[in-house]
């Protein structure tokens, strides 16, 4: 699978957009981008996952650069509960199941 | 439904004893698989299994073994207890054996383990 980059830490004022940049320079034509959270030592969540098209669901938005070495996820409207650990994590369609975790963005809300 | 579930919570081994954490899902999902989290890192794959009866290694599998012999329960032994072993471990389930497009993998909510 693709390796990803992203930045150490983050903070966003509730209330404002919070971008979480993230580069997979390396990924390959039939591997997706998957996005994960994991608040404060509990499970990771699933938050959105794309393949080259911008995708938008109830917690967040995706957006991938057309080349797909980058991507975005947006939380439009951050609050205190969206403080966590973001990962960034690209995976190959039809492969095994298995996730490999980075160190991930830790983004603080500030109010 | 009660999703994943871990057991124990909590956990304090002495250096040479053995355990196994236990991890049964009621999702009926084929693919069950165990991490681990250090402090301040992703967590790492230790073991995983795409349906009863099979099992495979991940990045970190020894000083652990598993076993799947029915589609709900993925324990994870640990042979003789180590300081390195101390972590979070955490229990994944997904209905497919295989990323596809809709996939989602859940997660139970982890044991903390340490070794003195």
């Known amino acids: 699978d693709a390796k990803t980059t992203q930045p150490t830490s983050m903070d966003c004022a509730e209330g404002r957009a919070a971008n979480l940049p993230c580069n997979h320079s390396?990924?390959?034509?039939?591997?997706?981008v998957y996005w994960y959270r994991q608040i404060h030592s509990q499970g990771p969540q699933y938050i959105i996952h794309?393949?080259?098209n911008n995708e938008t669901n109830e917690m967040a938005s995706l957006i991938i650069t057309e080349d797909r070495k980058s991507s975005t996820l947006i939380l439009p409207h951050a609050t205190l509960r969206d403080t966590a650990v973001y990962y960034c994590i690209v995976r190959v369609y039809g492969g095994a199941n298995n996730l490999f975790f980075g160190t991930g963005t830790r983004l603080t809300v500030i109010p | 439904n009660a999703g994943v579930t871990q057991t124990p919570k909590f956990q304090v081994l002495k250096t040479g004893q053995s355990m196994t954490l236990q991890c049964a899902q009621d999702m009926n999902h084929e693919y069950m698989s165990w991490y681990r989290q250090d402090p301040g890192m992703g967590l790492r794959l230790i073991h995983y299994?795409?349906?009863?009866?099979?099992?495979d290694q991940g990045e970190v599998p020894n000083g652990y073994n598993v076993s799947r012999s029915t589609t709900e329960d993925f324990p994870l032994r640990l042979l003789s207890a180590a300081p390195s072993q101390t972590s979070v471990y955490f229990c994944a389930s997904s209905y497919d054996r295989t990323l596809s497009s809709g996939n989602t993998i859940y997660f139970g909510e982890g044991s903390w383990l340490t070794v003195v």
């Open positions: 299994s795409v349906g009863a009866g099979i099992t």
């Open positions: 390396t990924i390959s034509g039939n591997e997706y």
């Open positions: 794309g393949l080259k």
